[in-house]
């Protein structure tokens, strides 16, 4: 696992090489890709996300949250935005307020964007925007029902 204060290697650890450094999957690896979490991200296993400290989880917060700042949501993102949001213990210090607002506001920006209701990143976006609303009382970017 990376250091804390290892921006990049986070970055890698959870996206993989090819969504961190925008590689397309090279015709083999197309075929039969395999468990090559380097390239792929490592899934946000229990066994992982029990070590970290919350300091770790907020700072991991930040790198992915600065990535998804610059570039499109993916799975990988996803899965661990959720599982960090799940581990990020209440009441919230101030700079995690500001992540996760940040993160609800990039949501929304990007679920506006889509092009139709089908989309399959839509029910992810709508589910990270509920938890920072519902979950963390940020009722002000709540959808209006």
């Not at 925008?22 to 380097?38: A, F, H, K, M, N």
């Not at 919350?54 to 661990?80: H, K, N």
């Amino acid at each position: 696992m990376p250091k804390p204060d290892d921006e990049d290697g986070w970055k890698r650890f959870c996206l993989g090489e090819n969504v961190h450094l925008d590689i397309s999957p090279s015709e083999g690896d197309t075929v039969s890709p395999g468990l090559d979490y380097v390239k792929m991200g490592f899934p946000p296993f229990l066994s992982i996300i029990s070590k970290l400290s919350q300091s770790t989880i907020s700072a991991v917060l930040e790198y992915l949250i600065s990535w998804f700042e610059e570039r499109d949501f993916v799975p990988q993102l996803g899965r661990w935005l959720y599982a960090l949001l799940a581990c990020l213990e209440k009441p919230l210090l101030p700079e995690a307020h500001s992540l996760i607002r940040q993160l609800a506001r990039r949501c929304s920006a990007v679920r506006a964007d889509l092009e139709t209701k089908d989309d399959e990143r839509l029910s992810a976006l709508n589910l990270m925007i509920c938890i920072v609303a519902r979950y963390f009382e940020q009722n002000d970017l709540a959808d209006k029902e």
